[in-house]
């Protein structure tokens, strides 16, 4: 059953068998299928029309932008393809540098002297046309090159052919996308059926995005074809491939020995991609990496070998397949292979061919050795192969095997005074078809009577992140070359790893390694070393760093506690500290090669270490006189694990990480902690461990498996951190027990509270305590350190009760007062008893009070409480006090007809809801009476307290007046004259009179003198 399976890389068929084996390896990689199948740009590294151009020529965005970015960029109109090219190259150039060895640099010891550096004769990336994107970072195959010349494969002849970016030549004028690589000559049942007319130098999932070119020139006698430093899918490039194709018409000599193709290969480091099952490159378990070439139909082929191995040359033919016949990549470095496609019938027996790794002549001086390997492959699967030697003069020695593939073992020539001159050596092999066939290869090693001196390198090694470091070879030599690219007797290094000069000495050769360790930060020592300093409360003392260096910089560490006393500089070597709290200060220097120092100084406030369970024992115990333990040590039971991260990169670990697995003493279960840092220096403070405990830390390397990476472990009040150096290596880099080894704290306790009392230990902190009884201690723990009291606050008690006698509810009166007690109970006499409410007087023991005298009407609730460590109770009471009643007063009161009257016998303010009124006749309790008829109306005001006499009002009816009417107009005829308006009327002594008008009067006349109305 097939299925089409989308890729980035487009649609590829694969069998359903593969399709789940796939996923499950991917799945085992952490993220999801979809995530690995579909390359996704990081963030800094997708185009947007937004992008400032200072973000559209940025080196990361140029070079980790995916296909369908980088196809977008190249529509936008701010595009310059040259601009573009130039910083690629710029990038490339760099790259090279830091990766180490350079191509050109090639000795006699090498032998990879067939290795051809491009130059600028030959097509560079940017100027191949590749049909399928604007660049060639993946997945893509070059336009048909014609080669002018034709190229024999198997009998047919080729006069065009096509580059993939697989590691493969195309024979015509058809390229394809396939990074799926099959066996030859068949497919294995797990792989792709597809076949393809194409020459394999190494067919696998190359991708250009991080790392790498691929360079061709095209002459009238070759084809040559340079992959250099290239990486692997998705976008990878901590592992990289270098090698060389060449082809030849035939009749060239460019090869020579009758062969029109040689693969050479300078360095191998990755076999595999991701969409093979590999992790870092390697380990691939399906659709191997694939050397050799292959006809699309027939058994014509050419196989050299399987490939999914990284740091490994083991090497188990060119048809192993099996888990325990897989190749190591390494296996490939410096080796030559050359064979021949210009055969007709190629079912004739064909001659074994030579996998070699050695010019056919090598120039060396006396006292050098030359050590090589050959493989001869038979390209019969079937057939077997042997080697046999001769030498005209000495200095050789070889052994051999034999087998589908045989190897001349151990092969080394020694130049020495007796062998000066021409040293020929014959090698042939020979297969066991019919007829036998065989292939013979001459090396004549040249030993010039010349002894070079010997070659050192001086100089320091190690240097810090982005310093560096000058070293010498030792002198004697006609030139050198080092690794670094850089020519002379002296070399500038910045970077970290190997580093080797060659002297050279005429026609010989002298070569020197030496290692360069970069380390992050160095640790610059500090006065008194890493020993904390003790401290008691309240003093200050100096922290200082040794040495002379261009800046200092003192702060507390991130994290944790400190004090600097005000005012103390902190950029001279020292600072000063106070002792009011624990302090973890932190030093970071700069020497005058500008690498970066860093220390860490503690402070600790006493040497004692008080149990901080000991805080829990203040309080009450409130169910029986229990007994109490304390602790205390002179070091710590436990306290912090510390774990500092570094790395040479300011991003960090770049996601490797560590697991920190911690094993109590106690049996109980194992806690494991994860831990990563993304800048140059992070830390892992929350970890306590405790005496006893074992502890174990795990790193994980990540894909690129940086080898800047470094940790610092303080264990558990460690007075100097333990260094796990760069660089660390997946597995387990740490192992130890803590380092927390307490032991008892002496000093003397003080006990004060009820007797009887019993400490277990009265000379040390670490002791049990049992009451004598109820009641409050003080228990006090003298350290004699800074003579420091550690005091603790213990109460034994049983809930209270209260009641008050005779506690009830009480009417008072006038002046009169009411004495209380109160009947308490309180185990331990720990209570406080209060009273509250209106006009209480309680005595100085609380355990009676005077209620009262009060004024006017009051309604108070009086509460006695009682408080203790246990708990609250308390009574109550209300008190009613009620006065003398105010005297009532009525007066007589006159009734008009139809009228009514109002008595009110106590004013309003005198007034109170306490008051009972009785009215007769009516029999009403109102505090008013209102009424309409006349009569005698009597009233008693009384409360609880008093009665009133009964008071009395008459109310009169009043007769209605009768008025001796007069004339309504009055005509006063001269202004001297004035007239009197008189009015009589009945009940006289029961009315008043009042005139109005331009003149009063309040008798019964008026006199007139104005006009008017007279009323």
């Known amino acids: 059953m097939k299925l089409n399976y989308y890729h980035p890389k487009g649609f590829r068929y694969i069998s359903m068998r593969n399709f789940f084996l796939l996923c499950s390896i991917l799945l085992l990689q952490a993220t999801s299928v979809l995530s690995q199948v579909k390359y996704k740009a990081p963030f800094n590294a997708r185009y947007s029309s937004d992008m400032s151009m200072e973000q559209l020529y940025d080196t990361t965005f140029l070079q980790k932008m995916s296909k369908e970015d980088w196809v977008e960029f190249s529509q936008d109109p701010r595009f310059d393809a040259q601009r573009v090219s130039d910083i690629k190259t710029e990038w490339k150039e760099n790259h090279k540098y830091t990766m180490g060895m350079r191509k050109s640099l090639q000795s006699s010891a090498e032998a990879n002297c067939t290795w051809i550096e491009p130059t600028n004769d030959y097509e560079h990336p940017n100027t191949i046309m ?6 060639n970072s993946t997945d893509n195959y070059s336009d048909p090159i014609n080669l002018g010349w034709n190229f024999d494969f198997f009998g047919t002849n080729y006069n065009q052919v096509v580059l993939t970016t697989k590691g493969t030549i195309v024979l015509g004028n058809s390229g394809y996308i396939d990074f799926t690589p099959s066996a030859f000559p068949d497919p294995l049942a797990s792989e792709s059926t597809q076949q393809y007319n194409h020459i394999s130098a190494f067919w696998t999932d190359f991708d250009f995005g991080a790392s790498g070119d691929l360079y061709y020139l095209l002459t009238p006698e070759a084809l040559y074809v340079n992959y250099i430093d290239v990486g692997y899918w998705p976008n990878q490039g901590d592992k990289v491939n270098s090698m060389q194709i060449i082809i030849t018409p035939n009749g060239s000599d460019v090869i020579g020995g009758g062969n029109n193709v040689q693969f050479t290969y300078y360095d191998m480091q990755f076999a595999n991609s991701q969409i093979s099952g590999a992790a870092g490159g390697c380990m691939a378990t399906t659709n191997l990496a694939n050397v050799g070439c292959d006809k699309s139909s027939g058994n014509q082929h050419y196989a050299f070998g399987r490939f999914n191995i990284c740091n490994s040359d083991d090497y188990n033919g060119p048809y192993g397949v099996a888990a325990n016949q897989q190749d190591g990549v390494d296996w490939l470095d410096g080796r030559i292979i050359e064979f021949n496609t210009s055969v ?23 006292g050098e050795t030359f050590d090589f390997e050959l493989t001869f492959t038979s390209p019969e699967s079937n057939q077997s192969t042997s080697i046999t030697w001769t030498q005209s003069g000495t200095g050789f020695s070889a052994g051999s095997t034999s087998g589908n593939y045989a190897d001349l073992t151990n092969a080394l020539f020694v130049a020495s005074a007796s062998n000066v001159g021409s040293n020929t050596v014959t090698i042939t092999a020979t297969d066991n078809g019919t007829p036998a066939a065989s292939t013979t290869v001459t090396y004549v090693f040249m030993v010039e009577e010349t002894t070079p001196p010997p070659i050192t390198i001086s100089g320091v090694t190690a240097i810090c992140a982005g ?15 080092w690794s670094n690219g850089q020519q002379g007797q002296t070399a500038v290094v910045t970077s970290q790893g190997p580093i080797t000069v060659i002297g050279h000495f005429g026609n010989c050769a002298a070569v020197a390694i030496d290692t360069i360790d970069v380390t992050p930060y160095f640790i610059p020592l500090l006065e008194g070393g890493n020993t904390p300093i003790e401290m008691c409360p309240g003093q200050d003392t100096a922290i200082c760093v040794l040495g002379n260096y261009a800046t200092y910089e003192w702060y507390i560490y991130p994290g944790y506690d400190g004090e600097f006393v005000p005012g103390t500089p902190l950029d001279q070597p020292c600072a000063q500290v106070t002792g009011n709290v624990n302090g973890n200060y932190a030093i970071l220097v700069t020497d005058e090669n500008g690498c970066e120092g860093f220390n860490i100084k503690l402070v600790n406030i006493t040497e004692s270490f008080v149990c901080e369970t000991n805080d829990d024992n203040n309080g009450a115990y409130c169910s029986s006189l229990e007994s109490v333990d304390f602790c205390g040590y002179s070091n710590p039971a436990e306290d912090n694990l510390i774990i500092y991260g570094l790395s040479t990169n300011q991003n960090g670990w770049q996601g490797s990480y560590i697991n920190v697995y911690i094993y109590p003493a106690d049996g109980g279960p194992m806690e494991e902690y994860f831990f990563t840092t993304f800048a140059a220096l992070g830390q892992l403070t929350s970890i306590m461990v405790g005496a006893g405990d074992s502890i174990a830390i795990e790193y994980f390397a990540n894909g690129n498996n940086f080898q800047g990476n470094s940790l610092w472990v303080v264990n558990c009040g460690q007075t100097a951190p333990t260094i796990i150096p760069a660089p660390l290596t997946t597995g387990f880099v740490f192992n130890a027990m803590s380092t927390c080894y307490p032991s008892e704290l002496a000093g003397q306790w003080t006990v004060n509270g009820p007797a009887g009392w019993n400490m277990t230990n009265m000379n040390q902190m670490t002791s049990t305590f049992t009451p004598g009884g109820y009641g409050v201690y003080e228990l006090c723990f003298n350290d004699p350190a800074c003579s420091i009291d550690h005091c603790y606050d213990l109460v034994y008690a049983q809930p209270p009760t209260i009641s008050i006698t005779p506690g009830l509810d009480f009417t008072m009166c006038d002046d009169q007062t009411l004495n209380q007690s109160l009947n308490v109970t309180d185990v331990g006499g720990t209570g406080v008893i209060s009273w509250t409410g209106t006009g209480v007087t309680p005595a100085s023991d609380q355990m009676s009070a005077v209620i009262g005298p009060y004024t006017g009407y009051t309604q108070a609730t009086i509460v006695a409480s009682i408080t203790n460590a246990c708990g609250t109770a308390s009574d109550q009471f209300v008190v009613n006090h009620q006065g003398d009643v105010p005297t009532p007063v009525l007066s007589t009161q006159h009734l008009c007809d139809n009228g009514t009257v109002t008595l009110d016998p ?17 029999n009403e309790n109102t505090s008013t009476l209102t009424v309409n008829a006349s009569g005698t109306y009597t009233v008693v005001v009384s409360n609880l307290c008093d009665e009133s006499a009964p008071v009395a009002a008459q109310v009169i009816d009043v007769a209605p007046a009768t008025v001796t009417n007069f004339p309504d107009d009055y005509l006063l005829e001269c202004s001297d004259n004035d007239l009197t308006l008189t009015v009589n009327y009945n009940n006289a002594s029961e009315y008043t009179i009042n005139w109005t008008g331009p003149n009063t009067s309040s008798t019964n006349s008026v006199v007139a003198d104005e006009d008017g109305n007279y009323c």
């Open 130 to 135: 590749w049909p399928g994107s604007p660049g």
């Open 344 to 366: 007709a019938n190629f079912n004739i027996n064909q001659p074994p061919v030579v996998v070699g790794e050695a010019c056919d002549t090598i120039t060396m001086c006396i």
């Open 467 to 481: 310093g560096e470091t000058e070293l010498t070879a030792s002198p004697g030599f006609d030139s050198y070359t």
């Open 906 to 922: 106590i004013p309003s303010n005198l007034d109170n809801p306490n008051l009972t009124y009785e009215w007769s006749p009516g």
